[in-house]
């Protein structure tokens, strides 16, 4: 779920949005699974590295820390970032500031990315040499970066907020075409910046999803594309287009995240999942409740770090419709392994940091 914008103004360079959020799905728990055990590979051979570091909170100091270690349990930002370089990094802010959060938990303490975790990220991708720094989402209304602070570490760390449903600081939207073998869209209508900048950065909280079983790094780029191209009807205020009619949910939307993921490529994968969702990715899904998995995940292969991040979550990453947690749709993890882009499977994966095992959660995934 992402926003769709309402009306178009001025903010500094930049167009703010305005625009209600909108949730009709709904889903129920109805039972535990056993964890997934994992069995990973320690040898120096892995063909994909994640790091794994322990949080309990979001103080500062300690996810300054904590995300250091992470970067330099996957090897630093040096073969990613270069002097000079613009840097772009795609938190998630989905649903908008007008939905009821849960009970006695803020947005950014459930289900939104957390804006110290990009902050940490911003100022070591300064530290890494980055020129610019930019802080990219298609949001809801301009409301959701002042409300959940990132208005505020923007000016600490020097970064510019980006609005990707907005055309700004350009006048109109690329038209980037996806690479052949493509699923459902040819080309892609983005924000020039995207096409512009020299590494992507995709931040996501660590949840179940609805539709397509997990939301992690590669499915937070669906907040990349402008709502207002892709949605089915006007009124609609997600990417309506991108889920499709409900007899297309078990293809379109995974088919969709592949090829956002292959006409941007993302360099380096974190995810935040301190304390964060189970049961559903927002508040819409009336089945979603509080969890607490003190954790961060980093990696540069991303179908690494999301598949690292669904055993975590104590689920296979090489499941398939319909068990879960995908249970309506194909496993998008697969898809991209088949497609090259990466290895989900964790005999392939290096974990280093903290073994699967010591930091397992069991989620629940979206019952209907």
């Not at 499941?319 to 499977?345: C, I, S, V």
Request: glycine fraction near 8%; hydrophobic fraction near 40%.
């Amino acid at each position: 779920m992402s926003g769709c914008p309402g009306r178009l103004s001025r903010r500094h360079f930049l167009h703010a949005l305005g625009g209600a959020a909108a949730g009709l799905l709904a889903a129920g728990c109805k039972r535990q699974l056993p964890l997934f055990t994992a069995q990973t590979n320690r040898s120096g051979n892995a063909r994909a590295r994640v790091a794994i570091a322990h949080a309990a909170g979001y103080d500062r100091k300690v996810i300054t820390e904590r995300v250091r270690d992470l970067l330099d349990g996957i090897g630093g930002l040096g073969d990613i970032i270069k002097s000079g370089d613009r840097v772009a990094i795609k938190t998630n802010l989905t649903g908008g500031v007008n939905v009821k959060p849960l009970p006695g938990r803020s947005p950014i303490e459930s289900y939104i990315t957390h804006p110290e975790v990009v902050r940490a990220l911003a100022a070591f991708a300064r530290d890494a040499g980055a020129r610019e720094v930019y802080i990219v989402e298609a949001a809801y209304e301009w409301e959701s970066f002042t409300q959940w602070g990132y208005e505020a570490i923007a000016r600490e760390v020097d970064a510019t907020l980006i609005d990707l449903n907005d055309t700004a600081p350009y006048t109109d939207f690329a038209v980037v075409p996806v690479p052949e073998g493509r699923f459902v869209y040819k080309d892609l209508a983005l924000n020039h910046l995207l096409q512009e900048i020299d590494a992507l950065i995709s931040v996501s909280k660590l949840k179940c999803h609805y539709s397509c079983g997990v939301t992690h790094t590669m499915k937070n780029l669906i907040g990349l594309a402008p709502c207002q191209f892709y949605r089915l009807n006007q009124e609609d205020r997600y990417r309506s287009a991108f889920h499709g009619t409900d007899k297309q949910m078990a293809t379109r939307l995974p088919g969709v995240i592949l090829d956002l993921n292959r006409a941007r490529p993302i360099h380096l994968g974190v995810i935040d999942g301190i304390k964060t969702t189970e049961g559903g990715e927002g508040p819409w899904i009336q089945s979603m409740a509080a969890v607490q998995a003190n954790v961060l995940l980093a990696g540069k292969d991303v179908v690494a770090t999301d598949a690292v991040a669904t055993a975590v979550m104590g689920f296979d990453p090489t499941a398939e419709m319909p068990d879960p947690p995908f249970l309506r749709a194909k496993n998008h993890l697969n898809m991209a392994y088949q497609l090259g882009l990466g290895t989900n499977r964790l005999e392939e994966i290096e974990v280093v940091g903290a073994a699967i095992a010591d930091v397992q959660t069991r989620f629940k995934p979206c019952w209907d």
